[in-house]
């Protein structure tokens, strides 16, 4: 029925999306998968028509139920094309936040579809209020009157996506294209948002496309997948085949790099002699300050950890799994004494533990080479430290000695962060900490950025250094997959607690508390 | 209600501290002020009795203290240079009165020229794909931006004045005396204070604009099926304006600033002259008031912007 | 397919705008250099034969009411203003880059002190301040070039601690804060560098402004004071005979916007290549 033949987008002469073929069927939902830069949005905006003009439709046509939308060397027909959007097509997009207009009321965005393709369905402005009103109970939304009246801001990001959906499917659309419609969302809120759009599909029987770099939830959701790679689909099948038995090259690497249960290279199971702690978190409650919105008020302490109690033992990893905002971070800086806000006791036995951050584009300074970011701890601990004393050559050899222990040439002592890649900044990253050698490392997201090829390898990298330097680790993700691939034990937290603190395998196998099985669902 | 409450303190906080800083500034200025009133020659007891009689012998902060219940109650001093005959001084008031309605109109004037013809010229100029019209508008904005106000005074007097004789350069107008003149004349000093503000709302206008439409909510609405139009009028617009609107309170101050510049160029009677000829013959109690008046001016300004800006973003609203 | 693209020879995209910019700038510099040596003619050589010339091969820019080259007396003028600009925007700089730096990175009461004081400076228009100062320090040339510093000074410190606040929490300060690198050396050798971009971009703007708010200062008689003109003087002489000759009053005025455009394409080149 929707059928794409032969599509090659270029962007200033660079092919983005290389000769592609697809059709859907009613009923279907396909995953678009594959990294960054494969193509998978391309396609998906060019298929409704909202290719940026830059890019060059240079072959190909996009055909939906017999009409033809797009024909490469003609003039797109934007009129036909906007009749066709919203009404026969719709898009759901991943920032649910930026998605919606800011300073327009919910309601009148959904309602805005109605007048758009089907005024004259209805007699007047309430008829639609009341279509409208029907559709986000429809998407499940309570107090829905509410939600009419809100601005996109005074609502959840769970609830801004659901209304998303809302104006996507309110004029029952046959092919509603979601891309990675959950990736800014936390994973119980992912969870509700994945149920939702199955739900959808089954009552109204239209076709999906489904954009993602997840592939655990492409496997959860999708029917079918097209595996995509440098603006080419290298492989597609039906979801299940491709994960039990990949044919091409790409799609078996990409398939052994997902982490979690399934895969094997989470297997190992290591025997940790815990004698001494390296350190040991005790009764530690992390406060916050918060000016207050009163008039004369004072600031108030929020407590973002609450009691927190754990240690960690030498060449071990202790998985850190939590949403967004339960005081991850928090604790974090907590235990690296950023943040002295704190009572209880932190004990570190090790020099300064040093910490990995989650952006690798962030967490190096862009106006510094790589040598001599890999050498400013030197310098730091020099001056710091009076029994150390380095020269220009010995930091310069220890550089490029680390440069080569995290699996980079020589070569690139002398360039900056911005000619790297996300990996390559990551393993510079990873240096950085290492190189004054502590024992203790503390990684927030350090693999969320990234793709789940380089994911592997950086993992991988981590893995292979606690065993040369007998390194712990603090791992902190929101992704219990990851988590799962390379925890020791593994503390859930929510809200500030810890919930529960247990042995990787026995928390898996018996969660006793409801959110971690919660969190375990998608696992 | 909380908000306004806490706007208004800070305003007069605020105004509190620069009518101290103007006062104590003007204390600790060297010279003595009797002494360039009368000239070298008087006698030590002409000088003190003129001391005495400004409430010059006082401490400062007992002056300060006179002067700010005078202020208040409408009492504004006396100038020092200025006399209404040889024995009465001239209120700083009556002074300013006559003056006020002047500059008031012609920073109204070019404000409204301003606001008439940047706010369209920078949507049309964001909605264009011309590429040769968006090469003329980069040119001329640029250009209206690097003209100083006073030349293009000076240019506006010659172009219109001179050599198309649409007004006589110099003649002004009283608005008491034939208001539809005053109106006239005032046209073509607005016309030169709001030439680089129209250069500056138009480009700051089109940027905002544009930035706007490469926002995923523009995105979302084009998934929708909506028209270039209506993404531009009715979602759009509204997001793109809340930047200018602080903008124009940033411009409206400097148009007061531009005045006291331009009102030379043109021979006009408005405050900016006064607080100009003022400061060369230090008049200071005339220029106390004139800064006192024009602060008040600015932040009033700064915070009808702030309403208008709560009014129109709701995020901002609730906090 | 694109292979004859001339833009795009070397990857790269050529700034016309930087060139531009350069070009126009570099010839008031010129100009301006010149002037401090050398001049077609005296500044202050008067000619009763030659009162209200009009632009000719001998006087580029015509002769004044007491029969002065007014283009010899715009190559010096030039050189006052441009000197009394870049001194006030250097000072401004430095001051807004120290203030800004520390309220930026350490927050807290002096933050809040000094970005009170800021506010109050900023919302009031810069010509109009530095009047004020002018009028309590005198005229002259230092005190125009103090009265604008103070004037300007306030918007840089705005740029540098938004830059400072924006980066101080980045990723690669708490870094350098955990390997336990000194404070100052966080300001000014991690920070710093990474606030470059846009500050150029402000100097410029703020060289424009200065230049436009001296010439300003001196067209009202408050600025820099005879014998000693710059642009503005200059003009405000040549209004009293717009009628007659109006070439004399061109000549400063075109200089100026000259100028500043030159300085503003500059800036949109910087701005450019940032990206």
């Not at chain 1, 939902?29 to 298929?47: M, N, Y």
Request: positive net charge.
């Amino acid at each position: 029925m929707i059928s794409i033949d032969n599509l090659t987008i270029s962007f200033s002469g660079k092919k983005a999306v290389d000769g592609i073929s697809l059709q859907i069927e009613p009923g279907e939902i396909l995953g678009l998968v594959g990294e960054s830069g494969s193509g998978k949005s391309v396609t998906a905006l060019t298929l409704m028509g909202l290719l940026a003009s830059e890019g060059v439709m240079e072959t190909g046509t996009i055909d939906f139920n017999g009409t033809c939308l797009l024909k490469a060397g003609v003039k797109p027909d934007q009129k036909l094309l906007r009749s066709f959007r919203g009404d026969q097509m719709s898009m759901i997009f991943q920032e649910p936040m930026t998605s919606l207009n800011p300073t327009m009321k919910v309601g009148p965005q959904i309602d805005e579809q109605l007048l758009l393709h089907a005024k004259d369905d209805f007699k007047s402005a309430e008829e639609r209020k009341k279509r409208v009103l029907e559709t986000l109970e429809g998407v499940g939304l309570r107090d829905v009157e509410k939600v009419y009246d809100s601005y996109p801001h005074q609502l959840s990001g769970g609830m801004r996506q659901r209304a998303m959906i809302a104006m996507a499917v309110i004029l029952h659309p046959a092919l509603i294209i979601a891309d990675e419609p959950t990736t800014a969302l936390d994973v119980t809120i992912q969870n509700q948002i994945v149920k939702l759009l199955k739900e959808i599909r089954d009552r109204e029987q239209n076709s999906m496309i489904f954009i993602t770099h997840d592939l655990n939830l492409a496997r959860r959701i999708c029917t079918k997948l097209a595996v995509m790679k440098d603006g080419k689909i290298v492989e597609l099948g039906s979801t299940e085949e491709i994960f039990t038995n990949p044919q091409t090259d790409y799609a078996k690497k990409l398939i052994a790099a997902v982490p979690g249960r399934k895969n094997s290279k989470s297997a190992v199971h290591r025997e940790i002699e815990r004698i001494e702690p390296i350190l040991t978190v005790k009764d530690l409650n992390v406060f916050y300050k918060e000016r207050s919105k009163k008039l004369f008020g004072k600031t108030e302490h929020k407590c973002v950890v609450k009691n927190a109690d754990f240690e960690i033992y030498p060449g071990e990893t202790l998985g850190l799994v939590g949403e967004s905002g339960c005081g991850k971070t928090s604790l974090c800086k907590a235990i690296l004494g950023i943040n002295n806000d704190i009572t209880g006791n932190v004990k570190i036995s090790t020099v300064r533990p040093q910490m990995v951050f989650q952006d690798p584009y962030s967490s190096l300074n862009p106006s510094k080479s790589i040598g001599w970011l890999l050498e400013e701890p030197l310098r730091a601990e020099d001056i710091l430290e009076k029994s150390i004393k380095y020269t220009k050559e010995t930091r310069k050899e220890m550089a490029i000695d680390m440069l080569r222990r995290v699996g980079l040439d020589e070569y690139y002592y002398d360039r900056m962060p911005h000619q790297l890649s996300g990996g390559q900044r990551q393993r510079v990253s990873i240096g950085q900490a290492l190189i004054t050698k502590p024992s203790l490392i503390l990684a927030d997201e350090p693999v969320s950025a990234l793709d789940v090829t380089i994911q592997d390898q950086v993992l991988e990298l981590l893995e292979s250094l606690q065993e040369e330097y007998g390194l712990a680790y603090l791992f902190i993700s929101h992704d219990i997959n990851v988590i799962y691939r390379v925890s020791d034990r593994i503390m859930v937290m929510k809200k500030g607690e810890i919930l529960e603190i247990g042995d990787r395998d026995q928390l898996f196998d018996n969660p006793k508390h409801p959110y971690t099985k919660e969190l375990l669902a998608e696992s | 209600m909380k908000y306004f409450i806490k706007k208004i303190v800070t305003l007069i906080i605020t105004l509190l501290l620069v009518s101290i800083l103007a006062f104590l500034a003007f204390q600790i200025i060297p010279g003595d002020v009797v002494h360039s009133i009368l000239g070298t020659e008087a006698t030590p007891e002409r000088e003190e009795a003129l001391r005495e009689e400004l409430g010059l012998d006082r401490p400062p902060v007992e002056r300060y203290l006179n002067w700010g219940k005078d202020v208040l109650r409408g009492d504004f001093g006396v100038s020092y240079r200025y006399s209404k005959n040889m024995n009465e001084m001239m209120p700083v008031k009556e002074l300013i009165g006559d003056k006020l309605p002047v500059t008031l109109w012609l920073a109204l004037l070019s404000v409204g020229i301003t606001v008439l013809i940047a706010i369209p010229l920078g949507v049309l100029w964001a909605g264009t794909k011309n590429k040769f019209l968006d090469g003329v508008l980069n040119v001329l904005t640029q250009t209206s931006m690097a003209i100083p106000a006073f030349f293009l005074g000076i240019l506006v007097t010659y172009l219109f004045g001179i050599a198309f004789k649409m007004f006589r350069p110099g003649a002004y107008v009283s608005y008491k005396t034939d208001f539809g003149g005053f109106i006239h004349y005032l046209i073509f000093p607005a016309i030169a204070i709001a030439i680089p503000k129209i250069g500056m709302t138009a480009r700051f206008l089109r940027n905002s604009t544009l930035t706007e439409l490469t926002s995923d909510y523009v995105r979302t609405a084009r998934s929708k099926g909506a028209s270039e139009k209506r993404i531009l009028f009715k979602h759009v617009l509204r997001n793109a304006m809340l930047p200018v609107v602080t903008f124009l309170g940033m411009i409206i101050a400097e148009v007061v600033a531009g005045s006291i510049v331009v009102e030379q160029v043109f021979a006009l009677p408005g405050i900016g002259r006064l607080l100009i000829s003022s400061i060369s013959t230090r008049d200071f109690p005339v220029v106390e008031i004139l800064i006192l008046y024009i602060t008040f001016v600015v932040i009033i300004v700064y915070f009808i912007v702030d309403v208008l800006y709560r009014v129109l973003d709701p995020r901002i609203r609730e906090k | 397919m694109k292979v004859f693209n001339m833009s795009s020879a070397k990857g790269k995209k050529v700034n016309i705008y930087l060139i531009i910019g350069a070009v126009m700038t570099g010839i008031i510099v010129v100009m301006a250099i010149v002037g401090i040596f050398w001049t077609p003619y005296s500044t202050t050589a008067m000619s009763a034969k030659e009162r209200f010339a009009a632009p000719s091969w001998q006087h580029l820019f015509g002769t004044d009411n007491f029969g002065r080259d007014i283009f010899s007396r715009v190559m010096k003028a030039v050189g006052t203003s441009a000197l009394i600009s870049v001194l006030v925007v250097a000072i401004s700089a430095v001051a807004g880059i120290v203030l800004g730096a520390i309220t930026g990175y350490f927050g807290g009461v002096v933050d809040a002190v000094v970005m009170r004081i800021v506010d109050a400076i900023n919302g009031f228009p810069s010509i109009l301040l530095a009047l004020v100062i002018i009028s309590l320090l005198g005229k002259g040339r230092q005190n125009v070039v103090l009265a604008l510093a103070i004037a300007f000074t306030p918007s840089f410190v705005r740029i540098v601690r938004g830059e400072f606040i924006r980066l101080r929490d980045a990723d690669y300060v708490v870094r350098a804060r955990l390997m336990g690198v000194a404070k100052p050396r966080i300001l000014f050798v991690h920070i710093l560098p990474n606030i470059f971009s846009t500050f150029w971009v402000s100097v410029t703007i703020g060289l424009n402004n200065a230049i436009l708010a001296e010439s300003g200062l001196s067209y009202l008689g408050i600025g820099v004071q005879a014998p000693d003109a710059t642009l503005g003087s200059l003009l405000s002489d040549a209004q009293a005979s717009l009628a007659s000759s109006p070439w004399y009053a061109l000549a400063p005025g075109l200089t100026i916007v000259w100028t500043v455009l030159g300085v503003a394409m500059l800036s949109e080149g910087i701005g450019k290549l940032k990206k």
